[in-house]
């Protein structure tokens, strides 16, 4: 693929405008030269060099490929902080940003929580209750010691006071206890079609799909969650729109009390449950 003959920043932008968003093209160029969205717009009309000129097409094709922004380039916003992201992690969403929202509203009822979020990715839960509420004592672990590299880097470089521990859910927890548990497990199924949409062949199959029916890593979690909560302790589970009432269903059947399921800001189930009942 051969450059264009733009020798400006607004003329590269608007030479790939057929190919990728604007907003993808601006994002690429702003990382690519290293400026704010600010910089952008004062100075648009700043030369480039073929050098740079022939890096920004490069981008601009993984783009059109399909790999997506956050990965390119290697950072994403989640309640207003930005986390390094890598192909290593999932990205960030902002539906996600309701199960922050829920977990800070219950840690403002507790004194010094302990706090566990369960296949921590990127590390953009635990960070960010431990940036917004230094109280809690915040556990965060995963599977992935790639993940938690990058997790570890997010929490050193945002000042998030986070422990982390390599974990296959709660196995090497022993009989650790927490006032409340927060996970965003893989709940996509197998054979979802979204799979191949969105950018999501560029993101870890494990952090995306249990490989089955997208409960079977909610099953256990509900099911071994019982014995690291302190009674009365909560466990908050985000999952797919259309999950909702089977994860009530799941929460419901085992020792839960209060079992609930919150929408995103699109109206969808987002994010379900419940108190471990206090045994009488």
């Not at 060099?49 to 097409?57: L, N």
């Not at 290593?88 to 979020?117: H, M, N, S, Y």
């Not at 927890?173 to 199924?189: K, M, T």
Request: glycine share 8%; proline share 6%; net charge negative.
């Amino acid at each position: 693929m051969s450059a264009p003959a733009a020798q400006t920043i607004r003329a590269a932008v608007e030479q790939v405008r057929r190919r990728v968003p604007r907003l993808d093209a601006r994002l690429l160029m702003q990382h690519l030269l290293g400026i704010t969205h600010a910089q952008f717009l004062a100075d648009p009309d700043r030369r480039l060099s073929g050098e740079q000129i022939e890096a920004f097409m490069t981008l601009v094709l993984r783009r059109e490929r399909g790999e997506p922004v956050a990965y390119l380039v290697g950072e994403k916003d989640f309640y207003s902080r930005s986390f390094k992201v890598t192909p290593a992690v999932l990205i960030p969403r902002p539906d996600t940003e309701l199960i922050v929202t829920l977990a800070l509203k219950r840690l403002q009822t507790l004194a010094w929580p302990r706090v566990l979020d369960l296949g921590t990715g990127s590390g953009a839960i635990a960070v960010t209750l431990a940036c917004e509420h230094p109280e809690a004592a915040v556990l965060a672990v995963d599977v992935s010691p790639a993940a938690l590299a990058v997790a570890r880097e997010n929490a050193a470089r945002l000042g998030g006071k986070v422990g982390f521990v390599e974990s296959d859910w709660f196995s090497a927890l022993a009989d650790e206890r927490f006032d409340l548990i927060v996970a965003n497990p893989p709940y996509v199924a197998a054979r979802d079609p979204h799979l191949s949409q969105d950018g999501l062949p560029f993101e870890p199959d494990l952090a995306l799909t249990d490989g089955a029916d997208g409960l079977s890593c909610i099953r256990r979690i509900v099911a071994e969650a019982p014995a690291h909560l302190v009674p009365g302790g909560l466990l908050l589970i985000e999952h797919g729109y259309d999950q909702g009432a089977a994860v009530r269903a799941l929460l419901a059947a085992g020792p839960f009390a209060d079992v609930c399921t919150w929408q995103d800001l699109s109206g969808n189930d987002r994010v379900s449950g419940g108190c471990l009942a206090a045994v009488a």
